[in-house]
């Protein structure tokens, strides 16, 4: 039986996914279970853009445009411009979600061996993408005590080797909720400038920031257009993320050919999810007022529901849906999955996302989850009385 | 300005959209061109997928399983069933296109700077596959005076080195249209054998097999289920390229355990592709027996004709809807870009796809095409024609 290869025996298991079989033997049971684990939504898809390929007029459903539908990636521009981006279709790939985007742009601006510098936590798939293009990550801590702010210039420095090739961000952030202040971004690009680095940022939850903070891209950054590359993806913006919709935006020219040459051997992204995607481009402000208000009342009603817990203490996020909890526990993959296995209030857990799979540095984040506050308010309740009461019976065992 | 790494430098730009620009400005000009150069067929996509799309209720597009929605791989075995390949949900990797396909079963078996023997010429994209995975293709001959046949087991055997990790075969072929008989499979299986290499099929033509020739998979091999993985694709069966919907398949428990670890960094693949494949399955005997027919009637028709040009020749494939023909002359890049440049029979020119691009071993193909016989059979005249006139003026030069 021939072996596979190194690399994929490599391959980081999601750290999500590894409690799946648990969570099904729990429903199994009859329990019912919180999925505050995973960044699903349950907002509904815009209709405009389930309209838009319900009523597309198809005979043949043909490949598209290698970088994207053109009249798409056309009107992606005014949605950009609406938030002082601007870019011209030439400067856009669409990519299969922004799954790809990140394949991409990694795959265009590192070669195997290179380092790339990622503030943790930080999304796990990074992990996987960096390993199926054997690049390093060299993981830089930031703490829950500042909210996961951006961590000092100089400890960035301290991890500058000849094989630094760039530094990726994720902002809102997933998994930490953190918005990075404009000052974060200018410090960032003064140390992008003196290394000559790549930039990249994961943006794909733009629409997603509160208490009326400014959201700031790297794109707006001045004079370091050439090693700015934007990660995007439409499956949060739209509550969409079975479109596979994402994109990858650089004003570097030679950039954007050398991804396209990656984009063009896999001929397409999905036709029927980018006129989706076009079409919500148009879905109104309104739209949007109304979830950002949804999230906003769920996190301040989770927050400060899990900050009432003895031992509990979970920053503010600004935003994204995501939050970061330290709890008073010494292993929390072991308790995330001792809630699926052994635990139940009244027939009811929740499902959370520990954080040891969002730190590259070992060891780290074992007293923290995850929660994505994805959940109705009332069921948002449940939830955390749910991890109240689990933590008072797994703190006695 | 920081530099794209070496990857990104090496990776082979599509060999067939080098030549839009100059399509393009031939368009420009208003001359008609005629197509042959993308197996983009003209054929109606199946009511059955399109209305499926159409006609699905959803609220929230949600993510699938990073494997593929179950109820769809259920189906998908009934699907192989007919063609006699006994497989279990369980054994199938839903993709993002055929595509994909080849991306995760490449890194599942192959590490960076191992070795994986092709017959050439072969489908284009396999050499950017291989690029972006740091893979290194040994290309095995395969000549136009036998159709393309698999090459002698004996030359396959002298390539093989302690890097060796496999073997890829297209049956039915892109761009050759060869279909491999049951005893070069049985062949290539006692050499798998003996070095314990994996087996990776592309058999995305597997409806286009003519007459009444049989297709043998793979999957039909007894005694090297562990070494075999097949790479499939709905793209070309229900002309459905845009749906960006594959498949990898394999026995092998381990290689479908890693293969799924990359499936799930990426999330999954498209929704509604995959709700429109589910239903294609559905699609009546009659669609593909009437799409049959006209490929065999535009393969009987160009074949013919093309074999009717002075100085040309081109084998008749039993599979696929590509050939290729030998033409008289010394450059097929130039000659193709001659066509849209410098050459117009009544406003008209024909667009192909140098062969070059289809061979790895450097200055093969020179003097071949890749036609795909994708129109109808009243642009096939006027595109022969256009060939034919063609080449009497470029070799008049």
Same mark, same amino acid.
């Given at each position: 039986m021939p072996k596979i290869s190194s690399k994929a025996a490599k391959m980081p298991a999601s750290p999500i996914r590894k409690l799946v079989p648990f969570a099904e033997t729990a429903k199994k049971k009859g329990i019912k279970i919180y999925h505050l684990n995973i960044g699903q939504p349950d907002i509904e898809t815009p209709a405009s853009l389930l309209n838009a390929v319900k009523n597309a007029d198809i005979k043949v459903l043909e490949y598209s445009h290698s970088a994207g539908i053109e009249s798409y990636r056309k009107k992606l521009c005014g949605y950009y411009k609406q938030y002082a981006i601007d870019v011209d279709p030439s400067d856009i790939i669409v990519t299969t979600g922004g799954s790809e985007a990140i394949q991409i742009a990694l795959m265009t601006c590192f070669n195997p061996g290179d380092e790339i510098i990622i503030p943790e936590p930080f999304y796990a798939n990074y992990n996987g993408f960096s390993t199926a293009s054997d690049i390093v990550i060299k993981p830089i801590r930031s703490y829950i005590e500042s909210g996961f702010a951006l961590p000092p210039i100089e400890e960035f420095e301290k991890l500058i080797t000849p094989k630094t090739k760039g530094i990726m961000i994720c902002n809102p952030g997933n998994p930490t909720g953190y918005l990075y202040s404009e000052q974060e971004l200018e410090s960032l690009k003064e140390l992008v400038l003196k290394y000559d680095l790549f930039l990249l940022s994961?943006?794909? +939850?733009?629409?997603?920031? +509160?208490?009326g903070k400014e959201y700031a891209s790297v794109m707006h950054l001045k004079g370091i257009e050439n090693n700015t590359i934007l990660l995007d993806s439409i499956s949060k913006r739209y509550s969409a993320c079975g479109a596979r919709i994402g994109c990858m935006i650089s004003k570097n020219k030679e950039v954007i050919a050398s991804a396209l040459k990656f984009a063009q051997a896999r001929l397409s992204p999905p036709t029927f999810g980018q006129i989706g995607a076009e079409a919500a481009i148009d879905t109104p402000a309104s739209y949007f007022e109304g979830v950002k208000k949804e999230y906003v009342a769920r996190r301040d009603f989770v927050i400060d529901a899990l900050n009432k817990i003895p031992g509990v203490f979970c920053p503010k996020p600004s935003g994204a849906f995501y939050c970061i909890a330290r709890l008073p526990i010494d292993d929390a993959d072991k308790f995330c999955q001792w809630l699926l296995e052994d635990f139940n209030y009244n027939n009811q857990t929740v499902m959370l996302a520990p954080a040891t799979g969002f730190y590259s540095t070992p060891g780290e984040g074992k007293n923290e989850v995850r929660l994505a506050y994805v959940l109705k308010i009332e069921d948002l309740k449940n939830a955390v009385l749910c991890l109240e009461k689990a933590l008072e019976v797994y703190n006695k065992k």
């Open positions: 994961d943006e794909v +939850y733009r629409e997603f920031c +509160y208490d």
